[in-house]
């Protein structure tokens, strides 16, 4: 699968996203290294605090179906004009991916015009986990 394919994919996990309180729309979708992709979405929260970022809904989805090789993830953006905005993994969603994803997994995000794709090592050096 292409970057770009994730992206679009990604880009549909937009859709299933509930963010009345940011007007943020994020979408997310995992690849696993047999091919099965998991798609993920932001769900907010009055408490903000109990948000889940879609990337983390679409790591807990793939683990609990018992998935553990990751190969790359899509995330896609909309603000709250609806224009497609890049927007990386948050820390905490990278601390998690850590947990869950070697230091060369691929993350992907930005718009149509500008993807971008850097591993996880690039956007969390020096992080700490069990792989």
Sequence with gaps: MTDK????IAKE???LSRAPYSGFNVGAALLCKNGKVYKGANIENAAYSATVCAERTAVFR???DGE?????????AKN???????APP????RQVL???CKSDFKVIFGTDDNLNCIT???ILPYSFSLL
């Design 120 to 122: 996880l090592n690039d």
């Design 13 to 15: 996990a937009v859709a």
């Design 80 to 86: 709250q004009n609806g224009e497609y905005v890049s």
């Design 68 to 76: 553990t090789e990751f190969v790359s993830i899509a995330v896609a």
């Design 90 to 93: 948050c820390g905490t969603c």
């Design 98 to 100: 850590s947990e869950f």
């Design 62 to 64: 793939a683990v609990l």
């Design 5 to 8: 394919e994730l992206f679009d």
